[in-house]
C-alpha cells in the first residue's frame, strides 16, 4: 500500500508515466484529502476509529509529512575553524511557515483522535434513518426522526433514554463539543492563512470583470458605496441567504469583486498580483476603489464565519490547483481536512444534545 501510495505521488497521479501528471505539490495535497477521504468518510457518529483506520492514518499521515523535514531555507552565520579562523557559513533551518502551523496541527490532529476516542460506553446510541431499533439494546429509546436531519437521510439517528441523558453526560458532551468549535477555529484560521499566503494564478486574475459592481450585483453594491458606517453583518442579515449554495454563490461574486477593486486601486493596473498586492500596502486608502476593496473583504470574513461548513470559493480551488509549493499544499490540505473533522464532530454532538432536548421535553 505504501509503495503503491509512494509510487502515485513520483508519477504526479499519472499511471501511465508518460510525464503528464500533476505537480508534486497538487499530488501530495490530493493524497492527503484521499487519505482522509478513506480513514474518516465513513465516520458518520461519535465513536472511537476501529484500529486499523487509526493505524493507516498516522501511519500514513507521518509518511507524508516526513518531506517537511526537508523544507528548510538558509541564513548566514558565523563560526569558529579549526584554525581558530572566523568563517561565514550557510546554516539550515525549518522553513518560518512549516516551523509555526506544523507542530500546531500536529497537535489539533491527536486532540481530535482522543476525543473520538473518548466516545465509549455513552449513554446515546444510533439507529439508521427511520429505524426503530438499534444494534444494542437499551431501556429505551428517542423513535422518532429527527426534522433537522430529514434533508441528511443518509446519516444515522441519534438515540437517547426516554428520559434523557444523565446531566454529568450532558455537561461533558458539551465541553467536547466547546472543545471540538475551538480546534476548528484554529485549524480554519491556518488554512485561512495559508491560502492567503498562496499566489493568485494569473489566470484567475485576467478572468475578473472589469467592473466590481456587475459582479456583486447592484444591490449589495449600492449598500457598501453609499454607507459610511459599513456593517457587513448587516449586510448579510439584508441578503436573507438561504442555503450554504447561496452563500457560496456569493461568496464568489464578492472575492471576484473585492480583487478587481484592488486592481483598479493600484496605479498601474497591473493584472500580476504579486505587484498588487504590493501596491495596496501603499496605496490610498480614502481611494473608492480601497474602500470598497476592504468592505468586500470584511463582508467575505463575515460570510464564512456565518457558514464555517463552506465548500471552497473559486478563487480558493484554483489557488489549490495552480499551487507549486510541496509546503504550503501539505499545510493548506492538512488543515482543511483537520478542519472538516472538527466541523464534523461538533455538528455530531449537537445532533445528540438536540435529540436529548426534545426527549425531555417530551417527558414532561
Known amino acids: ?74 541564513s548566514p552565520s558565523f563560526s569558529q575553524n579549526l584554525q581558530d579562523r572566523i568563517v561565514e557559513v550557510m546554516t539550515s533551518t525549518p522553513r518560518s511557515d512549516i516551523y509555526m502551523n506544523l507542530p500546531a496541527l500536529e497537535k489539533l490532529d491527536a486532540m481530535l483522535l482522543d476525543i473520538l476516542d473518548s466516545f465509549r460506553d455513552t449513554e446515546f446510541w444510533y439507529a439508521e434513518q427511520g429505524s426503530l431499533s438499534s444494534d444494542r439494546t437499551k ?19 441519534a438515540c437517547v433514554p426516554t428520559r434523557g441523558i444523565s ?13 471540538a468549535n475551538q480546534i476548528h477555529k ?18 484567475y486574475m485576467e478572468a475578473l470583470p472589469k467592473c466590481g459592481r456587475a459582479s456583486v450585483g447592484d444591490a449589495i ?26 452563500a ?24 500580476s498580483w504579486d505587484k498588487i498586492k504590493n501596491q495596496m500596502a501603499d496605496g490610498d486608502k480614502n481611494d473608492k476603489n480601497y474602500i470598497l476593496a476592504s468592505r468586500a473583504e470584511s463582508m467575505l470574513f463575515c460570510l464564512k464565519q456565518r457558514y464555517p461548513g463552506l465548500s471552497q470559493t473559486t478563487l480558493d480551488a ?22 472538516g473533522l472538527a466541523f464534523n464532530i461538533v455538528a455530531w454532538i449537537e445532533d445528540v444534545l438536540y435529540v436529548d432536548s426534545t426527549t425531555r421535553q417530551q417527558d414532561k
Open 1 to 74: 500500500m505504501m509503495k503503491e501510495r509512494f509510487s502515485k505521488l513520483l508519477l504526479g497521479e499519472d499511471m501511465s508515466g508518460s510525464g503528464k501528471g500533476v505537480c508534486t505539490a497538487v499530488a501530495i495535497s490530493n493524497a492527503i484529502t484521499n487519505l482522509y477521504a478513506t480513514v474518516f468518510g465513513q465516520n458518520l457518529r461519535l465513536e472511537p476509529l476501529p484500529p486499523e483506520k487509526m493505524s493507516m492514518w498516522r501511519k500514513e499521515m507521518d509518511c507524508l509529512l516526513s518531506v517537511c523535514d526537508y523544507i528548510v531555507e538558509f
Open 139 to 157: 431501556s429505551g429509546s428517542f423513535r422518532k426522526v429527527v426534522s433537522r436531519n430529514e434533508e441528511k437521510w443518509w446519516l444515522p439517528v
Open 167 to 179: 446531566e454529568k453526560s450532558r455537561k461533558l458532551l458539551q465541553h467536547k463539543r466547546d472543545c
Open 186 to 203: 484554529a485549524a480554519m484560521a491556518i488554512n485561512n492563512g495559508i491560502l492567503a499566503d498562496m499566489k493568485v494564478p494569473d489566470t
Open 221 to 246: 453594491y449600492r449598500y457598501m458605496i453609499t454607507t459610511e458606517r459599513f456593517s457587513a453583518n448587516y449586510l448579510l442579515d439584508c441578503l436573507n441567504i438561504s442555503s450554504e449554495h447561496e
Open 248 to 271: 457560496l454563490e456569493i461568496a464568489d461574486r464578492v472575492e471576484a469583486s473585492m480583487y478587481t477593486w484592488r486592481r483598479k486601486a493600484c496605479i498601474n493596473h497591473s493584472k
Open 318 to 339: 484554483s489557488k489549490i490547483q495552480d499551487n507549486k509549493d510541496v509546503g504550503q499544499a501539505i499545510l493548506e490540505s492538512y488543515s482543511r481536512v483537520l478542519e
